[in-house]
Every structure is written in C-alpha cells, then in structure tokens.
C-alpha cells in the first residue's frame, strides 16, 4: 500500500468514526468536516475528481452543520 492510499484510508476511516460519534458532541461534527477535506485532498490528488469535489461538498455542509450545533449548545 502507497503513501496516498494510506492517506485516503485514514481520511475516510475518520470520517465513519466521526459520523458515528456525531450525536456526542459538535466537536465531532466538526472533525468529520476536517475528515471530508481531507478525503477531498486524497480524491484530487488520487486524480478522481468527482470524488473530490464531493467530499469538498461535504466537508462545506458539515462546518455549517457544527456551526449551527455550537451555536445551539451554547
């Protein structure tokens, strides 16, 4: 296994424990965001451009998502 799929692995090994831990806290929420922009680096850079950019999507609804949360929880 190559340096770049490692990377996408634990990129999107976070993501799953991030979203099944997602009700815990809005801490959690936020690092499935960090988690999608990273699966998004590793589909540029993988050269699967869809994928990227979806990620980056995602990554975008989730920092909304703990934004909205933390400002609820406080």
Known sequence: MDLLTTFGLVAVTMMLVCYALEDRSAWYVF?????CALGSV???LQGA???GLVEAI?????????????AGEL
Not at 31 to 35: D, G, K, Q, T
């Open 31 to 35: 690092a499935f965001a960090v988690a």
């Open 49 to 51: 451009w869809p994928f």
């Open 42 to 44: 590793y589909g540029f």
């Open 58 to 70: 995602w990554a975008g609804i989730a920092l909304r998502r703990w934004r909205r949360r933390l």
